[in-house]
């Protein structure tokens, strides 16, 4: 097998490979060569080229969504490292392992003038779990003779296995993102048929928090008391939770479950539509809802509603449950059970009684009549935003997944009640609008199930760089929501709508379409502007799977926010 001749890449390379991390997006340079040469010789590693580091940042995010493994991201020295940090803290907010690697120059040549060359050391210092600085190989060390230059390169050799070793290992057992930067010095290209690199081997030791009774009973009294308990599913993968446990919470009369999209959950009495419930109440209404105990799992909750309401009517205590973490999203946040969803959820099966209360009762019966008030809006609303999403929602085929973009694509989102056979996703770990569409591409070029990606234009085109992807499956479907311009900021409560100031710097309207971008990079284009030409274009976008295909579907701008806001008084 051919190899690079520095010894490093190829302590890298063995060293992923025997941490099962055997996927790796690399972007082209040259000073990255002998990583490029380690991982594409192999035949073990499965290697992606992406010319745009921040689309493949993304892309690998999106494959280690789905795999639930580390992805080794790969990039020449420079500014090409700063455009993966969208990407990295994406991965740290989500729990997503991801293995930065960038090729640097030595440290003597930082600084004085050499192009190409920044201060790449612990440059995502705030946003990442390791930083790993490997030191520059001059030499092979079996190429020198000076037993005291020998040394020196053996210690450098050392620390640099010791060092590789902690960052993958602290990807895997923490799920996050790692920085490993490496100093090379040129020759850059010279590959050699003999494995040099004998990197010492440290095995992860992934821990997962074990509760003990002990640590559960004192607040087993006032679960079992509480006769209004709220419970709260973030953002989280399929099939994270067992659905005998889920079971468990929905059967319970004083217990009410809201859940969203992205959770990845169901069960008949869960609150799925957050927004729907309590997006219309008074005082009396919120007063009502208010629980005794608020018990949260999972990442994110894409809900300002929901924030705002328990903020205002807090809990009389509120308990998070994450191996990891907790974030006192509510401001109220007392205890952080530090063990996974479904061994905390064994454990409290295992001790608790069912209170009396008719507290999820009487919000089933309110979410009753909101959601037959939902289907009588959404019959009488003109073409809109909202009647779009009605549309394509209800068409995405069973047993699929569904990713989202950001801002209003993944809140319409929430008003539906969404397919229950689909996996949904959405990059929630920063919210932002860059890589929806690359994390997409990333995840259903793993996947074994087809993938629908909804997202608005604005996200779209900001990541177009996305389709420049030759891996990018044939049954793949874009639906691009095209309102002319940033819609949301319409339902933000700014008093300057409808300004030529609000137009430009906030709405950034425009007429730009996808079609030519189709073109471009071989993506089959259809569009629809109206609830018939939408019934058409829907039923073509999954006719056929010969190659990729986008729907862009433009709405009228000036409607959108009039149409949602009405909606909440509407469904009163």
Not at 290 to 307: A, E, N, R, W, Y
Not at 508 to 536: G, P
Request: charged share 20%; net charge negative; with cysteine.
């Amino acid at each position: 097998m051919i190899h690079s001749k520095i010894p490093v890449a190829q302590s890298i390379v063995h060293l992923c490979l025997s941490k099962g991390i055997d996927t790796v997006i690399i972007s082209p340079g040259s000073r990255n060569a002998p990583l490029t040469i380690e991982f594409t010789k192999n035949p073990n590693i499965k290697a992606y080229s992406i010319v745009d580091e921040r689309c493949a940042a993304f892309v690998a995010l999106g494959i280690a969504q789905q795999s639930r493994k580390p992805v080794a991201i790969v990039c020449t020295s420079g500014s090409a490292l700063l455009n993966y940090y969208p990407a990295i803290s994406e991965a740290f907010y989500s729990d997503i392992p991801l293995i930065a690697i960038s090729a640097d120059r030595p440290i003597e040549r930082i600084d004085i003038g050499d192009g190409q060359t920044i201060r790449q050391k612990n440059v995502f210092e705030n946003h990442i779990l390791y930083s790993a600085n490997l030191y520059s190989e001059l030499v092979p060390v079996n190429e020198v003779t000076d037993t005291k230059v020998a040394q020196k390169i053996k210690e450098s050799q050392r620390h640099n296995d010791q060092e590789i070793n902690k960052a993958l290992n602290i990807a895997i057992e923490q799920s996050g993102p790692v920085h490993i930067n490496v100093p090379f010095y040129e020759p850059l290209y010279e590959m050699t048929d003999v494995a040099i690199a004998k990197p010492i081997e440290v095995a992860p030791h992934k821990i997962i928090g074990q509760l003990s009774f002990d640590e559960l009973q004192p607040y087993m009294d006032s679960w079992n008391n509480a006769t209004r308990k709220l419970v709260i599913i973030g953002v989280q993968g399929p099939n994270v939770m067992e659905q005998s446990l889920l079971d468990m919470l929905g059967n319970d009369p004083s217990v009410i479950v809201f859940t969203e999209t992205t959770s990845n959950v169901s069960h008949p009495n869960f609150f799925t539509r957050i927004d729907n419930i309590i997006g219309s109440l008074d005082d009396d209404g919120f007063k009502a809802l208010q629980p005794d105990i608020l018990l949260t799992f999972g990442g994110m909750v894409v809900s300002k509603k929901v924030k705002a309401f328990l903020r205002n009517y807090q809990p009389q205590q509120h308990w998070h449950v994450d191996a990891k973490k907790a974030y006192d999203t509510y401001f109220c946040l007392n205890k952080h059970f530090e063990t996974s969803a479904s061994h905390f959820l064994e454990n409290l099966r295992e001790h608790t009684s069912y209170a009396k209360s008719a507290y999820q009762q009487e919000w089933l019966t309110i979410r009753e009549k909101r959601d037959v008030l939902h289907t009588e809006y959404i019959n009488q609303m003109e073409w809109c935003d909202f009647k779009a999403f009605d549309h394509i929602l209800s068409e995405i085929p069973d047993y699929s997944m569904l990713q989202l973009g950001n801002s209003s694509t993944v809140r319409y989102a929430q008003l539906f009640d969404i397919n229950k056979t689909l996996e949904v996703y959405c990059n929630r770990g920063t919210s932002g609008i860059d890589g929806s569409t690359s994390t997409a591409i990333g995840a259903a070029m793993i996947s074994t199930k087809p993938t629908t990606f909804i997202t608005g234009e604005l996200s779209f085109f900001y990541d177009s760089n996305a389709l420049w992807n030759k891996n990018i499956p044939r049954d793949f479907k874009i639906i691009v929501i095209n309102n002319s311009g940033g819609g949301i900021f319409r339902i933000l409560p700014n008093k300057d709508k409808n300004t030529d100031n609000f137009d430009e710097f906030f709405e950034t309207t425009h007429d730009l379409s996808a079609e030519k971008l189709c073109e471009m990079y071989n993506f089959k284009y259809l569009k629809a502007d109206s609830e018939k030409s939408c019934a058409f274009a829907k039923a073509e976008l999954y006719a056929s799977n010969d190659k990729p295909t986008l729907l862009e579907i433009f709405t009228p701008r000036k409607i959108n926010d009039k149409v949602l806001l009405d909606y909440f008084n509407f469904i009163k």
